[in-house]
């Protein structure tokens, strides 16, 4: 069955610090991948996918994400966070059935 | 270009009344996907719709939810005899293919008292 597992539920850091969470999916097929973003209050809104090519995408707001297949992971990074960067980050996976499923979603807390 | 639309924002209702939520898709997408969203648990997937066509309720449950997607005019989310536990945040989101990336609604937020 398809599923998608984010390992962090809660980060905590401080400003310029850096940022990575971990995605791992479960399929049996060719997936494409996302990572959304969640603002207080706020409807998702996409940050960087990928669909084919260079394993390494680049996203909105200076954030990245690597795709690695052989982990079937596709962790989100960024160099050097920000206090505006406070949000829920959700992992997302779809393959050729069509069904996007989620991760449990990450909180990231970051300190001024 | 409009966005994915959700009406109403807040709704409210008394147990066993029905909710009725719509979604109107950005132009040009025929796909759309329901969730629910309750604190600390994500999103959680419910139906996939495409066109007049239901193609995954997977995650629906089988008693007084239903979906549909009409040849005209917006997707509904229909939740009947609703009880407390229907509480939570619904999403909508849209999307021109079957595995490209989806845009969301701000969402329905539904309380039952």
């Known amino acids: 069955a398809q599923s998608v597992s984010q390992h962090n539920h809660h980060v905590i850091l401080s400003e310029a610090a850096s940022l990575e969470l971990g995605c791992n999916y479960s399929?049996?097929?060719?997936?494409?991948l996302f990572w959304y973003v969640q603002y207080p209050g706020q409807h998702l809104q996409l940050l960087l996918k990928?669909?084919?090519?260079?394993?390494l995408v680049k996203g909105i707001k200076g954030f990245e994400a690597e795709f690695i297949k052989s982990k079937f992971s596709f962790n989100l990074r960024k160099p050097s966070v920000q206090w505006s960067d406070t949000a829920e980050y959700f992992c997302?996976?779809?393959?050729?059935?069509?069904?996007?499923?989620f991760g449990q979603g990450t909180t990231l807390q970051v300190k001024p | 270009n409009a966005g994915v639309m959700q009406n109403p924002r807040h709704l409210v209702r008394r147990r066993g009344q029905e909710a009725r939520l719509r979604c109107s898709p950005m132009?040009?997408?025929?796909?759309v996907y329901w969730y629910r969203q309750l604190p600390e648990e994500g999103l959680k997937f419910m139906v996939y719709?495409?066109?007049?066509?239901?193609?995954?309720e997977s995650g629906m449950p089988k008693e007084r939810f239903s979906a549909e997607f009409p040849k005209e005019g917006p997707s509904i989310l229909r939740i009947q005899q609703v009880v407390r536990g229907d509480s939570a945040a619904y999403f909508c989101?849209?999307?021109?293919?079957?595995?490209?990336?989806?845009?969301f609604g701000q969402g329905t937020r539904l309380t039952v008292v």
């Open positions: 989101a849209s999307s021109a293919d079957r595995n490209t990336e989806a845009f």
């Open positions: 399929y049996g097929g060719t997936v494409n």
């Open positions: 990928y669909f084919s090519g260079d394993p």
């Open positions: 997302a996976v779809v393959g050729n059935t069509g069904k996007l499923i």
């Open positions: 132009k040009g997408h025929s796909h």
């Open positions: 719709l495409q066109k007049e066509n239901i193609i995954d």
